[in-house]
């Protein structure tokens, strides 16, 4: 079974940057495809972008394009989420998830994610 560990959340001034790590135990990295969900206050969980295996990226929240960036290094296990120009609507616990799809598969969809990390908060302060 595999386990997800995050780390990198924080407090950080809005324009500022946090790098959310993501670590794989128990499977290795390479059989899933990885997605990252943020929850903020009083709000419902959202996909935010997913990777496949495959590496092919998919951006599902409008407002995060062009700031957010996922990438991983199969050889560490670690997916990371880059975020930068961070804003104070961008507050919120973020989640990595594990799904077991090969090819070009990503999902903004929770549902479909098999394993979740413990979650990260990021408070971005104006």
């Known amino acids: 079974q595999v386990r997800l560990v995050e780390s990198g959340g924080g407090l950080v001034q809005a324009g500022g940057s946090l790098r959310l790590s993501c670590v794989f135990s128990?499977?290795?990295?390479?059989?899933?495809?990885v997605g990252w969900f943020r929850q903020a206050p009083g709000k419902e969980r959202e996909g935010v972008l997913c990777?496949?295996?495959?590496?092919?990226?998919?951006t599902y929240v409008d407002s995060v394009k062009g700031r957010f960036t996922i990438s991983r290094d199969n050889a560490r296990n670690t997916v990371y989420l880059q975020m930068n120009s961070l804003k104070p609507e961008d507050r919120a616990v973020y989640y990595c998830?594990?799904?077991?799809?090969?090819?070009?598969?990503?999902?903004?969809?929770?549902?479909?994610?098999?394993?979740w990390g413990q979650g990260a908060q990021v408070t971005v302060f104006s």
């Open positions: 998830a594990a799904g077991t799809a090969a090819g070009t598969w990503c999902a903004s969809d929770a549902d479909e994610f098999d394993s």
């Open positions: 128990g499977q290795t990295l390479d059989y899933y495809a």
């Open positions: 990777m496949s295996v495959g590496g092919g990226t998919t």
